[in-house]
Antibody, heavy 125, light 107 residues
Framework: EVQLVESGGGLVQPGGSLRLSCAAS????????MNWVRQAPGKGLEWVSY????????YYADSVKGRFTISRDNAKNSLYLQMNSLRAEDTAVYYC??????????????????WGQGTLVTVSS | AIQLTQSPSSLSASVGDRVTITCRAS??????LAWYQQKPGKAPKLLIY???SLESGVPSRFSGSGSGTDFTLTISSLQPEDFATYYC?????????FGQGTKLEIK
């Protein structure tokens, strides 16, 4: 069974740091790009960061650029999100999601599936 | 950054109804759009990718259409388990933006 399990969430003070992990199983982790997506309480989905299968390409949302760092360890089938200088507005459930991709007639098609169950990060004093 | 605007933001409907949710992109994105369903306390679930391709295992009452800037998700005959929040997401460029969501409620 393809599965993603996040961990590492919790309560942290403003300005603090936290490292989230996402453990992958049931598929060849090293073959897939991965993403982090967050959802503030009662709000919609916000894409946070992307990392390619080899870690050669990384993107961030402007809202976290310079504060968050995405990384992966293909030997450990794990994805990470190092979050520094945390703010109250970073409070959210953080999901990891696998990026599916196929190419049809030279055109790349993408989607996020599956998603993990999420881990809650609360930034508060 | 590409902005996605969903309409309506909320919708009340009855079991058996046909419902349509619209997603409009701020610039053309070809067919690089996915739709997700999210139930309270759960992770999003993929329904449609490439604007109109049905994900394996998703009931055929769900369908997607559109290209360029205007997209629709249609549920042909609402079932009790379909009451949830629906999101569109674009894959044309980064950041990978989502629509604000459409909450589908029971009338």
């Amino acid at each position: 069974e393809v599965q993603l399990v996040e961990s590492g969430g919790g309560l942290v003070q403003p300005g603090g740091s936290l490292r989230l992990s996402c453990a992958a199983s049931g598929f060849t982790f090293s073959s897939y790009s991965m993403n982090w997506v967050r959802q503030a309480p009662g709000k919609g989905l916000e894409w946070v960061s992307y990392i390619s299968s080899s870690s050669s390409t990384i993107y961030y949302a402007d809202s976290v650029k310079g504060r968050f760092t995405i990384s992966r360890d293909n030997a450990k089938n794990s994805l990470y999100l190092q979050m520094n200088s945390l703010r109250a507005e970073d409070t959210a459930v953080y999901y990891c999601a696998r990026e599916g991709v196929i190419t049809i007639f030279g055109v790349v098609k993408n989607w996020f599936d599956p998603w993990g169950q999420g881990t809650l990060v609360t930034v508060s004093s | 950054a590409i902005q996605l605007t969903q309409s309506p933001s909320s919708l009340s409907a009855s079991v058996g109804d046909r419902v349509t949710i619209t997603c409009r992109a701020s610039q053309g994105i070809s067919s690089a759009l996915a739709w997700y369903q999210q139930k309270p306390g759960k992770a999003p679930k993929l329904l449609i990718y490439d604007a109109s391709s049905l994900e394996s295992g998703v009931p055929s009452r769900f369908s997607g259409s559109g290209s360029g800037t205007d997209f629709t998700l249609t549920i042909s005959s609402l079932q009790p388990e379909d009451f949830a929040t629906y999101y569109c997401q674009q894959f044309n460029s980064y950041p990978r933006s989502f629509g604000q969501g459409t909450k589908l409620e029971i009338k």
